[in-house]
């Protein structure tokens, strides 16, 4: 279930990063 929740993270890290317009990067 790691790799599940990891996984999760980073797609929603992109969701976020895309949204943000790379705002919190």
Do not use: I, N, Q
């Not at 279930?1 to 976020?16: G, I």
Request: proline letters at 0%; charged letters at 25%.
């Amino acid at each position: 279930m790691d790799h599940l929740l990891l996984y999760l993270l980073v797609f929603k890290c992109r969701v976020l990063r895309l949204t943000c317009s790379d705002r919190a990067y």
